[in-house]
């Protein structure tokens, strides 16, 4: 079956997560991603545990479907041989510090000149402009300085890093949109651009309502718990054995909560009657809600809710994740077969496409493992040449 | 100046938020971006505080440049003029519940006969297939199923849902990613297709490494505070005035944050020569870095450490993220005039083009603001034909 992207080629200088995760999504959708590492130690997350038969588990979650060429840039015939595949390419993905590329030579501004059609795009901490631009970053500093840490934690509480790195996770997604944006736009323009994506800018771009929050109120919004910031009720409650999460969106959801809570007198108390009331008289609400669900397990309510259509869920831990059955049904957890370390779990693709669906074709690729492949393949390079270079530590 | 996707018709049928950022992103980019809202109520944010001068600063904040005609769907005239609209789009996107476009007789299988090359995106919470699908859903329950809330919270608390509705905003990045995907496959296959996003699914996307390190360990991942699930020192540390938080990615890093506390020494400790050894000797090491760093101030660290490139940064409140240079040098909060409103700030395009750069062209639409203009251009109707259509409550 075809592939959305086939035919898109990336070369792919990225390292850890920002970048890796964008080509990743690439590459699941069929684009032939061509990661250039630094020869003896490659990216820096192949450094990072978990270890599997001394393969990087996180390394091998991000960088599935792609190829490995190690080059080294440092070096003048490194350099050129980086450009002559930047002309066979179509899109260039890089995640250093601003100014490294230029450092060694290989700025938007030279490799455009090698291939007008080139698509450019760089994930940084902090963007290619501005004040801070050649200031390193990583997810957590991100998280700190975007708003994002002081929204999250339990009311009255610390703020709170989010558990994984959306920093990185969320211009990685920027990305993609950025490069395939400017793919479309290719065809119209006929030439490339850069995307500048910044790891700060995207937590600002997901802060959701609260700068609308803060500017109608002058209030800094706080941690809020596990609280919907203006709708009630939107929280987890404890049951009987645990907790579940109830999302009573709307009022006629507010409503059927009540039913099934058996106190459907309190759906028409005229405290309660909208949202606005429900937020303004949450106080006396809560308290009257809680009681209720501390008389079931949470499976019980769970059942319930699910029959009259009242949003809800448990909280999940990762091993409940990776046997829900939802999560099963739609291949969000699939399992790789890499050559060293054997069959390993991650997350599948959720993009599902009708006609062109993405496919885990291959695992994460071992250090250099393409590296002849792709020279032989689009710079006609001969087994002398590949063996003369290698000796003088290009790749 | 051209934009990336002009000439792109998307007809969005989404409310609230996973949908409506999804059509947020591909109007900023330059689509035309037409939204099909209830008559009378419109889109269910439309009722969400905060407010300004009675129009919701939540709605206002998601659907700028887009273009808002109201139409019936459940009256057969309603159903005939959406259906005349999807032949002159080249998308349409819905986050109802699955099924519900079906029950209009509105589902993928009608829009495709109807025009065969639409690319049809519906993102929802658990996805159009498996058992979950027609369950209801809401960030809140998302969150909670898909573990991110497991993961994220204080060392020892409880499971913490992330402060902004990342289930709904991961589900409309990656539906983003398809639909562009899809336009970009059009080409090649000269047809559309279905792109199916659930919120679950994405979740599972953005656990990072949590699923890795459970299936190595058999532990199960908990909230693990601020810190770094594998790096270390990657935390917020105390100073003499509040917090700074602080990401030694490497050894290098490790070398110069030592050098900048004062205690080079300890960057040569053979207890914390490397990240591996630095996360097994966890214990020792915290308290002899977080006694240094009582020493200054949060700015004074700041400016010692940016001095010397050890990534750092202040846990910023919302009110400080208004005002940081940085996202304000790169346009990342913007100003846009809303008719009724007057100015709004909310956060700008992350996306960063060099010769198609994203535009903020409109404020929001007012209810139906655009149903004459838009009837009149997609479908020539003339006046007559539309008040009558108005008068038999059909927009």
Redesign the interface.
């Known amino acids: 079956m075809?592939l959305?992207?086939?035919?898109?080629k990336v070369l792919d200088l990225t390292r850890?997560?920002a970048g890796p995760y964008s080509t990743m999504?690439l590459a699941d959708?069929g684009a032939q991603v061509i990661k250039i590492e630094k020869p003896e130690t490659g990216d820096?997350s192949r450094?990072?545990?978990?270890?599997?038969e001394d393969e990087s588990?996180?390394f091998?979650?991000i960088n599935r479907n792609k190829k490995s060429v190690t080059l080294n840039l440092k070096k003048k015939k490194g350099k050129e041989i980086l450009l002559g595949l930047v002309k066979e390419v179509d899109v260039v993905v890089e995640n250093f510090r601003p100014g490294t590329m230029e450092k060694l030579g290989l700025g938007y501004d030279v490799l455009k000149e090698v291939n007008p059609k080139i698509i450019y795009a760089a994930a940084s901490?902090?963007?290619?402009?501005?004040?801070?631009?050649k200031?390193?970053?990583?997810?957590?500093?991100?998280?700190?300085?975007?708003?994002?840490?002081?929204?999250?934690?339990?009311k009255g509480?610390?703020?709170?890093?989010?558990?994984?790195?959306?920093g990185d996770?969320?211009a990685g997604?920027?990305?993609?949109?950025?490069i395939?944006?400017?793919?479309?736009?290719r065809?119209?323009?006929g030439?490339g651009?850069?995307?500048?994506?910044?790891m700060?800018?995207?937590q600002?771009?997901?802060?959701?309502?609260?700068?609308?929050?803060?500017?109608?109120?002058g209030i800094?919004?706080?941690?809020?718990?596990?609280r919907?910031s203006?709708?009630v009720p939107?929280?987890?409650f404890d049951t009987k054995d645990g907790?579940i999460?109830v999302?009573a969106?709307?009022d006629v959801?507010w409503v059927k909560l009540c039913k099934a809570l058996g106190i459907e007198k309190l759906a028409y108390d005229e405290r309660f009657l909208t949202?606005?009331l429900r937020?303004k008289n949450y106080n006396e609400l809560r308290p009257i809600v809680a009681k209720h669900f501390m008389e079931k397990t949470t499976k019980e309510w769970q059942d319930i809710l699910?029959d009259i259509?009242?949003?809800?869920?448990?909280?999940?831990?990762?091993?409940?994740?990776?046997k829900?059955?939802?999560?099963l049904?739609?291949e969000?957890?699939v399992e790789v077969e890499h050559p060293r370390a054997g069959k390993?779990?991650?997350?599948?693709?959720?993009?599902?496409?009708?006609?062109?669906p993405g496919t885990i074709r291959t695992a994460a690729p071992i250090l250099g493992q393409h590296t002849q492949e792709i020279l032989k393949e689009m710079l006609n390079m001969n087994n002398e040449e590949i063996e003369k270079f290698k000796k003088l530590n290009i790749f």
Chains 1, 2 share one sequence.
């Open positions: 075809a959305s992207l086939e035919g898109i850890v997560l999504i959708l820096d450094q990072f545990g978990p270890y599997i588990a996180y091998m979650s901490g902090f963007g290619h402009t501005g004040p801070y631009s200031r390193p970053a990583y997810d957590a500093v991100v998280q700190a300085m975007g708003g994002i840490m002081s929204i999250t934690g339990q509480g610390k703020a709170t890093r989010v558990g994984s790195s959306i996770i969320t997604l920027f990305c993609t949109i950025g395939l944006a400017a793919l479309i736009n065809n119209s323009i030439k651009q850069k995307v500048d994506v910044a700060l800018d995207c600002v771009a997901i802060l959701e309502n609260a700068i609308a929050r803060y500017i109608v109120s800094v919004p706080q941690p809020a718990g596990n919907h203006s709708i939107f929280e987890p907790e999460m999302a969106g709307n959801l949202n606005p937020n699910d259509g009242v949003p809800n869920g448990p909280i999940n831990t990762i091993d409940k994740v990776l829900n059955p939802q999560i049904a739609r969000m957890i390993m779990k991650m997350p599948g693709i959720p993009i599902k496409l009708s006609e062109t």
